[in-house]
């Protein structure tokens, strides 16, 4: 199946007449579907239809959106002070659109009391619901706890 430079249908082809007709209008022939039966080519100026391809991919990447994530971590034993500073910094970041992952690690017998670090995750979660949901709630996952925070929508 051939389809010309103009994008008419010029049906089954002989792959002799196909190129033949690709020299004369000085483009390519381009197979398009090789799976499909008969096998469709295009008569094109690939080079052109190549660079076209990759500056829709390159447009497509500037219109992305990327969502990055930042982490603050603590201890189980962390003093309220320095627990109060990391919280204003996730605040910050989700007032500017980013995730926030909270995560409490467990040293030594700590592990044996996995509620007191579920209420400095809950403390955490509370002080900053009016500017974050909770997307991932505090998860015991080895000696680390963990939990996503995502931007509030009206953020």
Known sequence: ??????????????????????????????????????????????????YEQQKKAREARKRQKTVEIKTIKFKVKTDDFH????????????????????????YGREMDYPELG?????????????VSTVEQKPLMEGRNMTMMLAPASGA
Do not use: Y
Request: aromatic share 6%.
């Open 1 to 50: 199946m051939l389809i010309d430079h103009e994008g008419e249908n010029r049906g089954v082809v002989p792959f002799q007449e196909a190129r033949q007709i690709a020299r004369e209008a000085e483009l390519d022939l381009v197979e398009v579907a090789p799976n499909a039966k008969p096998p469709v080519c295009r008569i094109m100026d690939f080079s052109k239809f190549s």
């Open 118 to 130: 579920m209420e400095r995750m809950n403390g955490i979660a509370a002080e900053l619901q009016d």
């Open 83 to 106: 627990q109060s500073i990391s919280v204003k910094k996730a605040r910050g970041w989700l007032e500017e659109g980013k995730k926030v992952k909270v995560s409490i690690r467990f």
